[in-house]
Structures are given as C-alpha cells and as structure tokens.
C-alpha cells in the first residue's frame, strides 16, 4: 500500500469524523450539533432585503448546507433541527434576527433541514471530494430548500406558484451559484490538506 494511499481519508466518512475520538463522543456530537445550529444563526444575520420579496438573500442557506456536509445526515439534521425548533420557539437567530413560526420563509427553514440531510449522506458517500462532486451537491441541496420553500411561500402568501418562484426563486439564482462556488472551492481544498497531513 503508497503512503499516499494510506494517509488519504476514506471513504464513508465527513469532515466531522476526522477530530479526534474520544470518551465523550456524545458531548462532541452535541457540541457539533450546537455549533452547526449557531453557524446558521449567525449566517442568517448576514441579510439583504430583495425588492418585492418577502424572502431576504441570506448567508444561511450557504451555512445549512456547509454544516450537513461537514457533519454528515444525522448531526446535520439535528443541528438544522436545533435551529428551526429554537427559532420557532423565539431565539431571534432567523433572518434579521427574527423568530416564529408565522413567517412566509418558514418553508425555507424547513427545506434546509432536509437539504443538510441530503447533503450530509452525500457527503459520507465522497460528495465533497472534488470540485464537480462538490457541485453536484450543493446545487441538489439548493433546489431540496427551493422545491419546500417556494410552495410554502405561495400558500403562505396566497401568491400563485409562478409569483413564487418569481419572488422567492429567481433572484436568488446568482447568489446561489456563488455560494456553490465557494463550497467547490473550499470542501475538496480542505480534504486534500487532510489528505497531505494524514
């Protein structure tokens, strides 16, 4: 077996999976889920308001989708969960430090738990490895969050299901693009320096 062989990470596992094992497993899977919880807090303070739209441009669609795919499905699911669940509950970390349930974007939120869902069990299966990989992922979690968001924000709204997507689809297409760029950039950057040290 080549040393690079076998200082490569295998397959199976995510980013989460490469910090050190220890006793207290429970309390770093908690920890992990917590801090993916508030990474999505904070990314969703990072606002723009969109003209004849009830939905902002949020950084917390990027961070969703980053936290299932450094956690993998379950712990991505649970921190998603984690922060629709406290929000809902009152903890202003939505968009523009909002909370409740008796929002148009609540569909959002909810698309973003299963698309870290979806993202993370691709992850484990080396979806984050490599730039066209990375791609493929992050534009099927996108379109997971569009395919419960958009219907939600119609009956949400009463709009109709093309007013929808014109206003909680379209204009988000560029930032979506960029955010998936970052993600082909970054993922398979940060498994090939794990790769190099071992």
Request: hydrophobic content about 55%; proline content about 5%; cysteine-free.
């Amino acid at each position: 077996m080549s040393t690079a062989a076998a200082s490569a990470p295998r397959q199976g596992l995510v980013l989460a999976d490469l910090l050190p094992a220890s006793r207290a497993k429970s309390a770093v899977d908690a920890a992990l889920v917590l801090g993916g919880a508030a990474l999505t807090g904070v990314a969703a303070q990072i606002s723009v308001t969109v003209p004849g739209s009830p939905v902002p441009v949020t950084g917390q669609t990027f961070a969703a989708l980053l936290v299932g795919t450094a956690l993998g499905a379950r712990r991505g699911f649970l921190s998603l969960a984690l922060y629709a669940l406290a929000g809902m509950a009152g903890v202003p970390w939505f968009a523009e430090a909002s909370s409740g349930w008796a929002m148009p974007s609540l569909g959002y939120i909810l698309g973003m738990l299963v698309a870290a869902t979806v993202v993370g069990a691709l992850a484990r299966r080396g979806a984050d490895r490599s730039v066209l990989r990375t791609a493929g992922a992050m534009v099927l979690g996108s379109a997971t969050i569009y395919a419960i968001g958009v219907p939600y924000l119609a009956l949400a709204t009463g709009m109709t299901l093309t007013q929808a997507v014109a206003a909680g689809l379209t204009p988000f297409l560029i930032g979506d693009a960029l955010k998936a760029a970052l993600a082909m950039g970054a993922l398979p950057a940060v498994w090939k320096l794990l790769g190099r040290r071992g």
